[in-house]
């Protein structure tokens, strides 16, 4: 017998095959997270060299048009919903503009223009000529493992790998609560986190927001700030407010959304309504992030407050909207209060304070959309936790003051409740009545899985994703927390909407959701991945070694990609990074070169420096 044995510890060959078995499950979990990188977030390979030979090079259709084409099957295409191509094509080393989405406009048109099609890629010369005669070299950029087998196989096998970790470590320990900071580095943490929010909102001010200038904006000619060219819709929900007559907002499709001009009318009414409004929204969203920092530490600590407070500095999803008079703008800071407020409803016992917080939450819904998303994670957790009675009573209190005011709307100001907006949930919702044939419905939502995975990356600008999956796997190497029932409830409400959006049958209407191109609707469940990190971070342990190194890594890439996202348009877009987070998050145009246009014909200038236009 061995000294191991003889001291009741495990044979030196089984702690061996034991080490072995745990470098080999990292190394499967390190590889999949790659290529989950890869196919979902950035290109991190580079990019292999394909020429087309003229000999491959077809006409497009019998009928005559600028068109040619090129059989190609080795990456994700194109198609109307889901624009996932990174395929990129060069005549005589030039590239092109981003690919279309659609083919119309290469047959029509011609020129600059080309489109990943499945199965092929349709193109034209840039000069319209036939580029099987005209002596120029084409070439395509196709990028190594990015298909849509590789990218679902890798999240299969990230998801089956951590699972086992997670399985090898289930007698986890009570995880450490972690050494609380001072209280004065608390207040310096909060200061500096604070002001770098505010930095990149104002940055994404003037002509420079993300939301304006990626969509044909729309200019205000005294100052040369630039808008969605939506801004006519969101316009009369202050006219509303500020008491105009009828005929100005009547039948306006948002006034369901009215608490965000509330909120900022006096500003709007003071210095007008697009810089008053965008003041307010500056307000609305550095207000909100301190008071969510401030009943985060109460909740969860003060490390991880701070681990959320700097994280949530150089969060995209802040300034995509911050920098415009709209409701948007309430979308960050309102998630993240309605998140505490669910955590809140979980942990309480009170009727008063159950009562309050619903109250509060119901009121929030009337500045965005975002009862479809908390009211259900809301009752899904008193249900989880079997408190019946609270989650119906939860469930009418939250509901009440949208619905009092809808109420309001259709009946004491005769506004339709129904209209190209709001309608969009309940068409989708009524094509599964008329679901048919299984073949033909399948064949067009088999891909859901690929889809899901890329809007899960895309809806919260790919850097903060990646960051809680990866937190993800490490996690059972370093806090061993537990997924918290609000956490899960809000992701599972995410997902359903996701699923009911994508596995519908096709339908029409002016609104179609499935797909890639609107992975902003799913937005809202950043709460969940923010505050698990945070409760991770302020239960994290010291570290050392490679686990040390994975962390630190991890945490400087999410920083620095979303710092080139944030502060992209000031820096003149570096890398194109801001513009392809950008055009995932929202992508409503196949005119790419829009972003860059905007900023090269009115400056990169934020509110403060006008510019009035001729």
């Known amino acids: ?72 099957e080795l990456s994700k295409p194109e198609d109307e919903f889901s624009q996932q191509s990174r395929v990129r094509l060069a005549e005589d080393g030039r590239f092109y503009p981003p690919s279309l989405r659609t083919s119309e406009g290469v047959i029509l048109v011609g020129g600059t223009r080309y489109t990943h099609a499945p199965g092929q890629i349709i193109f034209a010369s840039t000069d319209n000529t036939d580029p099987r005669r005209n002596g120029r070299t084409y070439v395509v950029l196709s990028p190594l493992l990015y298909t849509r087998a590789v990218g679902v196989v890798a999240a299969l096998v990230f998801a089956v790998s951590v699972g086992a970790f997670y399985w ?86 948002f006034l369901r959304r009215i608490l965000f001009p509330v909120l900022g009318w006096p500003l709007m009414k003071t210095v007008g309504f697009e810089v008053g409004g965008t003041i307010a929204s500056l307000i609305l969203n550095v ?50 209060l309605l998140m505490i407020g669910v955590l809140t409803l979980d942990e309480t016992r009170s009727w008063r304070t159950l ?35 609270d989650a119906a009573v939860s469930g009418l209190v939250q509901a009440l003051p949208l619905g009092l005011w809808i109420l309001y709307l259709g009946w004491g100001l005769h506004q339709p409740l129904k209209n190209s907006n709001t309608a969009a949930y309940g068409t989708v919702a009524l094509a599964f009545l008329h679901l048919r044939d299984l073949g033909p419905w399948w064949t067009s939502v088999s891909n859901f899985a690929d889809v899901g995975l890329d809007v899960f990356f895309a809806s919260n600008f790919l850097f903060l994703p990646a960051l809680f999956v990866a937190v993800v796997a490490l996690n059972p190497l ?35 959701m499935r797909g890639t191109w609107i992975a902003r609707l799913y937005q809202p469940v950043f709460p969940a991945l923010i505050i698990f990190m945070a409760r991770w971070w302020q239960a994290l342990p010291a570290l050392d070694g490679t686990v040390r190194r994975l962390v630190l890594g991890a945490l400087a890439v999410t920083a620095l990609g979303n710092s080139l996202i944030v502060f992209g348009p000031i820096l003149n877009n570096p890398f194109r990074l801001s513009e392809y987070a950008y055009y995932r998050f929202y992508n409503d145009t196949d005119d790419h070169l829009i972003y860059m246009e905007s900023l090269k014909t009115f400056g990169r200038r934020p509110l403060g420096f006008p510019h009035p236009q001729p």
């Open 168 to 253: 090898r470590k289930r007698s986890l320990p009570p995880s450490p609560s972690g050494r609380p900071a001072t209280r004065t580095r608390w207040r310096w943490h909060l200061a500096g986190a604070t002001v770098l929010l505010l930095a990149g909102l104002y940055c994404n001010t003037g002509t420079l927001s993300p939301y304006a200038i990626t969509y044909f904006p729309r200019v205000n000619k005294a100052t040369g700030y630039l808008y969605n060219e939506d801004h006519a819709h969101f316009r009369v929900l202050f006219d509303f407010v500020d008491g105009q007559e009828r005929k100005i907002w009547d039948k306006a499709l």
């Open 355 to 389: 009562g309050a917080v619903s109250l509060a939450m119901g009121l929030a819904y009337l500045g965005y959309d975002l009862i479809v998303f908390f009211l259900p994670a809301s009752v899904l957790v008193l249900l989880w936790r079997r408190r019946w009675t």
């Open 287 to 336: 207000g909100g992030f301190a008071a969510a920092l401030i009943l985060l530490r109460r909740r969860i600590g003060e490390r991880g407050a701070v681990f959320a407070g700097w994280t949530l500095a150089l969060y995209p999803g802040a300034s995509y909207w911050g920098g415009l008079p709209y409701p948007y703008a309430l979308i960050f800071p309102a998630s993240l």
């Open 478 to 512: 370093t806090s061993g927390i537990r997924f918290r029932a609000a956490e899960v409830a809000l992701l599972l409400v995410g997902l359903g909407l996701f699923l009911l959006n994508n596995l519908a049958p096709p339908y029409g209407g002016s609104w179609v």
């Open 1 to 72: 017998m061995n000294h191991a044995q003889a001291a009741g510890g495990r044979p030196e060959g089984e702690q061996g095959n034991r080490r072995a078995l745990w470098l080999a499950l990292g190394w499967v979990v390190a590889s999949s997270f790659f290529l989950l990188f890869q196919n979902y977030v950035l290109d991190v390979l580079p990019d292999e060299r394909i020429p087309i030979p003229p000999e491959q090079i077809r006409p497009f259709g019998p009928e005559k048009s600028f068109a040619y084409t090129y059989p190609y």
